[in-house]
């Protein structure tokens, strides 16, 4: 069965220099196994829903196909909508002014166990909802909604949920945008589990964004997955994760742009730890107070690839059940930026803990603060700045410690040891009558220093000071290579002789 609706609207405009306009065309067509049958332009439905697939008995489908397409400015309204009622069914609108709107649920894939739904939103076209269901009912069912092409705009005002005890899968690329509420990727609130069931969500392209204002749940009780490619996703109170070992649920924002902003608390990985986040390559993840609950390794932030970057303005903490790998991870050159606390905090269980809970291989670590138990820090390589760690730091590696460029000093509240691969680099901005690196406890050295000055740095004079170290136990060891490039005036140089016993440098007068 197939019925077309064409609708033409033409005027006349009279001028000296101007002909008769040409017509403009809005269509909405119906093909197949679709309830209501008599479309129109605009096609109000009042109350009736909208069955597109299987429409003819909505208990006992037919398994016949359907399809609705709003095309060329037309409308479409309605109060609910089941796309996918037996075999498949698909809504396509399209085309800048053509709109679809729905003040009750849009349900794309349901009942039967072999259903297939479909809704394709593109190139300018808008779709608006309450509700938003991308498959639903049965584990064999599939569920898609695609939004594609420049101000392609799908609004779901209440709920969405992806993959809700079926398989999911959202597309948003190419300039599209999605504007929602409490979304929930991979099962819903009050939802059974389902192991076969998943919620997948792709974001991609330069122009392509993602605005989520309530709840925002990756894997509530089947797997999702978040990918974010080029595009941008700002969302609130995120969480990602799940109890059961085998719903592992994960996040990625990789690509040139792809950034992932959340508002509030960011919790990666649930009580029982499973969880991921990666950041891969030119991908940024901005954040305000992050929580990360690993049981095993399960829960994780990598930030792990060239200009890979987490921009973090709150504090970070770190809950670990017998950790088998990192929970935050730094490598490749990445960049992480904490602005409070960075906290690793062990939690009591019947595993054996292994540790560590954090890792910087390569790449930069900067953080206000860091609190640490002991070897819960692996300090391979990279660099390292902060303003003061509670813990004892074990430099003995490939690792760069950074005084005196993010922050003005650094506190060490434990012991400070530093091997001879590693380096100790302190910036300079003037004389300092306080240690730029105050150890409390034990100062083990070996290994480089290296002394450089800050950007507003002037030629050092005679007698100008600089106290670089200062420590409250027993110092052990020497440097095996000290540089100091500091600006001087003509005729001086540095007295290094009390680098060890004060810890200060000195400018005299050259031999």
């Known amino acids: 069965m197939e019925q077309h609706v064409r609708f033409a609207l033409s005027a006349v405009l009279a001028a000296a220099s101007l002909g008769v306009a040409g017509a403009a065309h809005a269509d909405v067509t119906v093909t197949g196994d679709v309830s209501p049958g008599n479309p129109s332009d605009p096609w109000d439905l009042g109350s009736s829903t909208l069955l597109v697939g299987g429409a003819s008995n909505p208990w006992e489908p037919t398994y016949n196909r359907g399809e609705v397409i709003v095309a060329n400015g037309g409308r479409l309204n309605s109060a609910n909508a089941l796309i996918g009622n037996g075999l498949t069914g698909k809504v396509q609108v399209i085309g800048y002014g053509s709109k679809w709107t729905n003040s009750g649920s849009i349900q794309i894939c349901l009942r039967g166990t072999l259903s297939h739904g479909e809704l394709f939103v593109r190139d300018g076209a808008e ?48 300039g599209g945008a999605f504007f929602s509420n409490n979304v929930y990727i991979g099962g819903g609130s009050g939802a059974s589990g389902c192991t076969s069931c998943n919620g997948h969500v792709t974001v991609t392209g330069s122009a392509t964004r993602w605005v989520s204002t309530g709840e925002f749940a990756v894997g509530v009780n089947s797997p999702g997955t978040l990918d974010i490619d080029r595009a941008q996703v700002f969302t609130n109170n995120a969480r990602i994760g799940h109890r059961d070992i085998l719903m592992r649920s994960k996040v990625s924002v990789r690509g040139w742009g792809g950034t992932w902003t959340n508002q509030g608390l960011l919790r990666v990985g649930a009580a029982s730890g499973y969880g991921e986040l990666t950041v891969g390559a030119y991908g940024t993840l901005v954040t305000e107070d992050t929580e990360i609950h690993s049981e095993l390794g399960g829960g994780f932030i990598r930030v792990n690839d060239v200009y890979a970057s987490w921009l973090n303005s709150g504090d970070v903490t770190i809950f670990a059940r017998g950790n088998a790998s990192p929970s935050l991870l730094v490598d490749k050159d990445a960049f992480v930026s904490i602005g409070g606390l960075l906290r690793a905090a062990p939690v009591v269980s019947t595993y054996p803990y292994v540790g560590p809970s954090v890792r910087l291989a390569d790449g930069d670590l900067v953080a206000g603060a860091m609190e640490v138990e002991e070897g819960d820090f692996d300090f391979a390589g990279g660099r390292l700045a902060i303003s003061n760690f509670v813990g004892d730091l074990d430099n003995l590696q490939a690792g760069e410690l950074a005084v005196g460029e993010e922050h003005a000093s650094t506190t060490i509240v434990g012991s400070y040891s530093q091997g001879p691969g590693s380096t100790l680099r302190i910036t300079v901005g003037g004389s300092s009558p306080s240690p730029l690196l105050q150890v409390d406890g034990d100062l083990l050295l070996d290994g480089a220093l290296e002394v450089v000055p800050a950007d507003s740095s002037v030629s050092f004079q005679a007698e100008d000071s ?46």
């Open 127 to 174: 779709v608006l909802t309450d509700d938003l269901v991308v498959g639903e009912r049965s584990s064999e069912n599939y569920g898609v909604l695609l939004v594609e092409g420049y101000d392609a705009t799908v609004t779901s005002r209440a709920n969405t949920y992806v993959g809700l005890r079926a398989k999911g899968r959202v597309e948003l690329k190419k």
């Open 466 to 511: 600089i106290v670089l170290l200062g420590w409250g136990g027993d110092l052990a060891g020497a440097f095996a290579a000290v540089s100091i490039d500091l600006p001087l005036a003509p005729g001086l140089a540095w007295d290094t002789s009390a680098l060890y016993t004060t810890g200060e440098i000195t400018v005299v007068p050259a031999i």
